[in-house]
């Protein structure tokens, strides 16, 4: 059993709506007695979130668009990371997926760091 410093506590919500071809999903996720590092007492709060919204333009074809969040240590400032992300996805054959996105990091780094994305599933 961990001693009870050790334990972390987690509470989340999340849910989907959906109206004819258009799909929306969410998730927020908050977190405390976390641990900056071994050595400091475990005092961090966390909070995460997800939003993304997908539109069916054609049978095999989707478009869609995300933000997601991250602040590792709540009360420190510009610490957070936030995330949009936009593109689309090709299904062929039930059994291939074809992805293209662009992602867009919104927060202040010292380059440039957006993202090309493309991705590639095959079910079985």
């Given at each position: 059993?961990?001693?009870?410093?050790?334990?972390?506590?987690?509470?989340?919500v999340?849910?989907?709506?959906?109206?004819?071809?258009?799909?929306?999903?969410?998730?927020l996720?908050?977190?405390?007695?976390?641990?900056?590092?071994?050595?400091?007492?475990?005092?961090?709060?966390?909070?995460?979130?997800?939003?993304?919204?997908?539109?069916?333009?054609?049978?095999?074809?989707?478009?869609?668009?995300?933000?997601?969040?991250?602040?590792?240590?709540?009360?420190?400032k510009?610490?957070?990371?936030?995330?949009?992300?936009?593109?689309?996805?090709?299904?062929?054959?039930?059994?291939?997926?074809?992805?293209?996105?662009?992602?867009?990091?919104?927060?202040?780094?010292?380059?440039?760091?957006?993202?090309?994305?493309?991705?590639?599933?095959?079910?079985?």
């Open positions: 059993i961990a001693p009870a410093f050790q334990e972390k506590r987690r509470a989340a999340f849910g989907s709506f959906s109206y004819s071809k258009f799909i929306l999903l969410g998730e996720d908050y977190g405390w007695n976390d641990r900056v590092d071994t050595l400091a007492p475990p005092s961090r709060e966390i909070l995460a979130g997800y939003v993304e919204g997908m539109y069916q333009a054609y049978r095999n074809l989707w478009f869609r668009a995300k933000l997601d969040y991250l602040d590792p240590q709540r009360g420190v510009d610490d957070d990371i936030q995330r949009v992300t936009v593109g689309g996805n090709v299904y062929l054959y039930k059994l291939l997926d074809f992805g293209l996105q662009y992602r867009i990091n919104l927060e202040q780094a010292k380059k440039k760091n957006n993202e090309l994305i493309s991705q590639v599933h095959i079910f079985f």
